[in-house]
């Protein structure tokens, strides 16, 4: 299990677009992948889940992927996020 | 922020017939529209459409939900659909789409994603879209969101505070800011508390606000209310719903006004670069309540300088008495050199008196721009430019007979106020590009040159109506010395140092020197009555006063006794059609007596500090005591209790 700690850089959070893409790519991979804000821990593949959370630009939050190519989904995950999903 | 609170019943279609995406959008964005949440329905529906090229908002399970946020939007708000055939929206899943709700929002803030997130939450229960597809009309949609939110947010109507900060928030300012800006505050905090609603109240009372609202306060709330009778800083509150109503009605019922708040049917509030310009809610006061704001606003700023002034002049007469130049006549009040400098210092005061008035009123109409072409016009009106000067060659001096006084000022003040509402609009034409220009440069230039054409133009009038009054006053000096005391006293009450009142004092000056001083009694009396008759009903007819008209009367027993008849200017420009009348009718009784009793005066000034030298002393004190009692009387008749 693998699992990181970000901020949410773009300004407009975990609206529908990026979460909508992070859903598409986390999908792609095998193993679990989910998303822990505040206490809540939300399946990353599940862009309801995601998007009931109401992820705000500036929230804390910690991806965990668990199973098969774990590295390769955390990997693209912190690109993603880290990239503000390439918006401001 | 809920769910039912954005979704209005006229924005749900129920069994829509739409075969394509594109009739869903488009449908949808009608709903939008017919819900009145739009200001361009092209530009926002073109922002729903970039939002879908970047990729479907349809999410799977059935649901689509299109939200874009844009410039376009009026009020946030959502839109919803059911479709029972179902249309391809490009889901993920591959299904059809059945259930779309369209989101409108703002471009500020993170309103749209917790909107969402909302939908979201309560989209995820398969049970909660089996009841929403089942409805069976608008109404019981709503219904069954209702109670969906209820069980899932069930804190919200409990709920104390709102991530911290307030539900609700308030302003409440009376012109005086002394009670009822307080009593308005704690009745509102108190309804909400029994309602369970979250309210912080700003005080904006005479001694500065209190409490005072902050900015994510302020960003965070949903609605406010201002309950306020003068002007208070708005622009603060640009893009929040906004109900404005008046202090009396936050005291009186403010159960239904936090109902109305939280009812999501309040105007939004749009401050136009600074300025007061909401349409919306001005509407709604009557025309009569925007004057006697405006009035109000004036007034309360001109108070500190008369009292300010008032008592300093008083000051320079005892102190000169006490040095014992009651006698000195025309120089009495600044012959002693200590007397002199209070006396003139009391004197600078009081010449910015009609200056600020009008400079306030005019502020309270146009805001920040009506301030300067406001105290230009009263300067003009309390100086006496004339136009008339010009044509006889003396240049555009101050004419003593032009001096349009206190209602010359009232007149600058509202004009100035129009003239600059007028100019806004004449200049919305500019490009945005030179709105910085305008404040700091053409409102100025173009404000004060047409206040001042307008304010030289009405000074002459009064001078001709000066001179009228003066042959009048020469014509009558030859029937009956009670009907010459009768009018010049009146006269004196009249205006508070306009036309009327010039008129009958340089009379009563001129009197002294062909030694008629029974005249000039006469006209003194008729000075000094208003402030008292005024400070009398204020002390012993409470209810018709505020407290802070209340709180003045007595400084108004010592600049009546001085014959500071300025002294009921603050009260005369706030009730013109009642307080000047009864002024009249007092000072026309004292003047009466006076002339009965066979009262002299020499002196042109001073007030009680004159009754040494004045004949018959005991009867002019008469005089004034019958007079002041009389316009007592026939103000507080006049007068409506507050409530």
């Known amino acids: 299990m693998v699992s990181k700690d970000f901020t949410v850089k773009n300004k407009m959070g975990f609206h ?51 199973g098969e190519e774990e590295a390769a989904a955390l990997a693209q995950a912190a690109e993603m996020i880290e990239s503000g999903f390439g918006e401001e | ?155 919200e109507k409990t709920e104390e505070k709102k991530e911290g900060g307030y539900r609700l928030l308030a302003v409440t300012a009376c012109p005086t800011g002394i009670a009822h800006t307080f009593m308005a505050a704690e009745a509102l905090e108190k309804a909400a508390k ?31 209310i201002c309950a306020v009778d003068r002007n208070v800083e708005m622009a603060r509150f640009d893009g929040k719903p906004v109900l404005k109503t008046s202090v009396s009605s936050g005291i009186n019922k403010p159960k239904e006004l936090i109902e109305k708040a939280l009812s999501g049917n309040v105007s939004i509030y749009k401050s136009e670069g600074g300025a007061d310009t909401s349409d919306d809610s001005d509407e709604q006061e009557s025309f009569g309540r925007k004057v006697y704001k405006h009035l109000m606003n004036g007034v309360s700023h001109m108070l500190p300088f008369v009292v300010g002034g008032g008592v300093l002049i008083a000051l320079g007469f005892l102190i000169d008495t006490i040095a014992g130049n009651a006698n000195v006549g025309g120089t009495f009040g600044f012959t002693n050199s200590v007397a002199a400098i209070v006396f003139w210092i009391g004197k600078a005061a009081f010449s910015f008196m009609l200056p600020i008035l009008a400079g306030y009123i005019a502020m309270s109409i146009a805001d920040r721009p009506g301030l300067l072409p406001g105290i230009v016009g009263g300067f003009i009106a309390a100086n006496g430019f004339t136009f008339k000067s010009l044509i006889e060659g003396k240049n555009l001096v101050g004419d003593g007979n032009a001096v349009s006084g206190f209602l010359g000022a009232l007149f600058a003040g509202f004009a100035a106020g129009l003239i600059m509402l007028l100019l806004k609009k004449a ?49 009558l000096g030859n029937s009956s010395k009670l009907l010459l005391s009768i009018v010049l006293a009146a006269m004196m009450a009249t205006d508070m140092g306009g036309p009327f009142n010039k008129a009958a004092y340089v009379f009563g000056t001129a009197a002294i020197a062909d030694g008629n001083t029974w005249i ?85 000034h001073g007030g009680i500090f004159t009754f040494a030298v004045v004949t018959n ?17 026939v103000l507080t008749l006049l007068k409506k209790k507050k409530a």
């Open chain 2, 194 to 224: 029994e309602m369970g609603v979250t309210i912080k109240v700003e005080t904006a009372g005479s001694g500065g606000s209190k409490n005072v609202l902050t900015k994510k306060e302020i960003a965070e709330c949903d609605a406010i």
């Open chain 1, 16 to 66: 529908m677009r990026p979460a909508q893409v992070f859903v598409n790519a986390m999908s792609k991979y095998p193993c679990d992948v989910t998303i822990k804000f505040g206490d809540r821990d939300i399946n990353a593949k599940s862009i309801m889940m995601i998007m009931s959370a109401c992820i705000k630009c500036g929230s804390e939050i910690t991806v965990t992927a668990n």
């Open chain 2, 1 to 155: 922020m809920r769910i039912v609170d954005l979704l209005k019943n006229e924005a749900i279609q129920l069994g829509a017939n739409v075969g394509t995406k594109d009739e869903a959008i488009d449908l949808l964005v009608s709903l939008h529209d017919k819900a009145g949440n739009l200001n361009d329905v092209a530009v926002y529906k073109e922002a729903i459409l970039k939002r879908e090229e970047q990729g479907s908002t349809a999410i799977g399970e059935g649901i689509a939900v299109p939200h874009a946020k844009s410039e376009s939007v009026k009020t946030p708000g959502l839109s919803a659909i059911t479709v029972p055939t179902g249309v391809d929206y490009d889901a993920p899943d591959g299904r059809a789409s059945d259930i779309l709700f369209m989101i409108a929002a703002g471009t500020d803030g993170d309103k749209h994603l917790e909107i969402l997130s909302r939908l979201m939450v309560m989209l995820m229960d398969g049970e909660f879209c089996a009841k929403l597809r089942a409805a069976k009309d608008s109404k019981e949609f709503l219904e069954i969101i209702d109670a969906a939110e209820a069980e899932k947010y069930p804190e």
């Open chain 2, 427 to 475: 200049f919305n034409w500019m490009p945005k590009a030179m709105d910085g220009i305008k404040p700091v440069f053409i409102y100025p230039l173009l404000g004060t040159v047409l206040i001042g054409l307008l304010m030289i133009w009405i000074n002459p009038v009064v001078g001709y109506l000066n001179t009228g009054l003066s042959n009048m006053l020469s014509n």
């Open chain 2, 520 to 604: 000039m009694a006469a006209v003194m009396i008729g000075g000094m009555v208003p402030p008292i008759a005024i400070a009398l009903s204020t002390t012993f007819a409470k209810s018709r006063w505020t407290a802070e008209e209340r709180k003045n009367g007595p400084v108004n027993y010592l600049m009546g006794l001085c014959f500071i008849t300025e002294g009921a200017i603050p009260y005369a420009a706030s009730d013109p059609i009642r307080v000047i009348p009864s002024c009249m009718v007092g000072s026309a009784v004292a003047g009466a007596v006076s002339s009965l009793l066979g009262c002299a005066c020499p002196a042109p």
């Open chain 2, 617 to 633: 002393p005991l009867g002019y004190i008469g005089a004034l005591v019958v007079g002041s009692v009389a316009g007592a009387l």
